[in-house]
């Protein structure tokens, strides 16, 4: 019998959403592919250091010790890695204890044919291409931060203390993940409203449509797929902790909670902020990653804390 990964929730992660390549991939840019492949082969016996996603993968992994009969979490490293240049990676993988068995390796071919041959729940890449293919594909994704990972990772990702990683204290023992609304848990038609016709349109809208549900967006799949995670793993203690951190304000909550409620679907913490800058809030929450559709508050908490950005569809795939 074939494994099955149906009943699992199937994260995508490239090798630089994982570990940190900065170094790797400036070389890559400014020398090439075969000063790239060589670095890496000679390098291959050197631990990376960990990545804007790793705490989020590593504390996602740790949830299959809440289950005896399967794993609940499966990992996929998709990568434009070349098999002969990937060993460095598999060996950072069991350096760190990563249950993380199964990887597509494409010598720089495009991933775009394979991100539905497995049933992903979410896709995390520092290549915007891959993942511009995962939102058109209907496929949950995040164009993960790198810049200003180096400054801020001894603050926010991890402690390298004897092979542990000592999380954030506002984030002990849970898996905390942040999302914005509008563009990312639902689609963007209020958000074009605001951007066509100004704040009030937008407030005049959101009120008068107060009781309709909102449309579905790229992450509500993702959020949901949560939500059942954290009924099965039970509501006392929970492993899982997510947060909507939002521009929006009253008027415009109203169709937020009501949207939530009719998803059968809550989030643990809810921010309406008003434009506020998002990155104190986040920073406080302890979020191990947030998913913003506006660069501009991706970069800001970038600073903080981990942050993907969530790319709007295509035309041709609206």
């Known amino acids: 019998m074939s494994y099955n990964l149906d009943k699992k929730m199937v994260i995508g992660v490239s ?7 900065t170094v790797e991939n400036e070389i890559f840019e400014k020398q090439g592919l075969e000063a790239y492949c060589s670095y890496q082969v000679e390098h291959e016996q ?6 804007p996603g790793f705490r989020l993968i590593k504390s996602l992994l740790k949830l299959n010790e809440y289950s005896s009969e399967h794993n609940l979490i499966e990992v996929i490293i998709m990568s434009h890695n070349s098999p002969n240049t990937a060993l460095r990676v598999f060996n950072t993988i069991a350096h760190y204890g990563l249950p993380i068995t199964r990887s ?3 010598s720089g071919a495009s991933l775009a044919p394979y991100l539905n041959a497995f049933p992903i729940d979410l896709f995390l890449s520092a290549c915007e291409e891959d993942v511009q293919c995962a939102i058109d594909s209907g496929i949950a994704a995040g164009i993960i931060c790198t810049e200003g990972m180096q400054d801020s990772r001894m603050k926010q990702e991890a402690a390298m203390v004897d092979n542990r990683i000592i999380p954030m204290p506002q984030a002990a023992g849970q898996i905390r993940i942040a999302f914005d609304g509008d563009a990312v848990l639902f689609t963007d038609e ?13 407030e005049e809208n959101e009120k008068t449509h107060a009781k309709e549900p909102l449309a579905e967006g790229p992450f509500a799949s993702f959020l949901k797929k949560l939500a059942a995670l954290q009924r099965q793993l039970g509501t006392e203690d929970c492993p899982i902790r997510t947060a909507l951190v939002t521009s929006r304000s009253a008027p415009a909550h109203e169709r937020v909670i009501r949207t939530m409620r ?3 679907v809550w989030v643990d913490e809810a921010f309406f902020l008003g434009g ?3 990155r104190e809030f986040l920073k406080a929450f302890g979020a191990q990653i947030f998913f913003d559709d506006q660069k501009v508050h991706t970069q800001s908490a970038a600073q903080a804390v981990p942050a993907a950005r969530v790319p709007y569809k295509t035309v041709a795939a609206r």
Request: hydrophobic share 50%; glycine share 6%.
């Open 262 to 264: 009719a998803w059968n």
């Open 190 to 202: 209020s958000e074009q409203i605001f951007q066509e016709k100004g704040l009030d349109a937008f």
């Open 46 to 51: 050197d631990i990376l250091k960990p990545g």
């Open 104 to 106: 597509v390796l494409v």
């Open 276 to 278: 506020l800058d998002k």
């Open 15 to 21: 090798s630089r959403a994982l570990f940190d390549l």
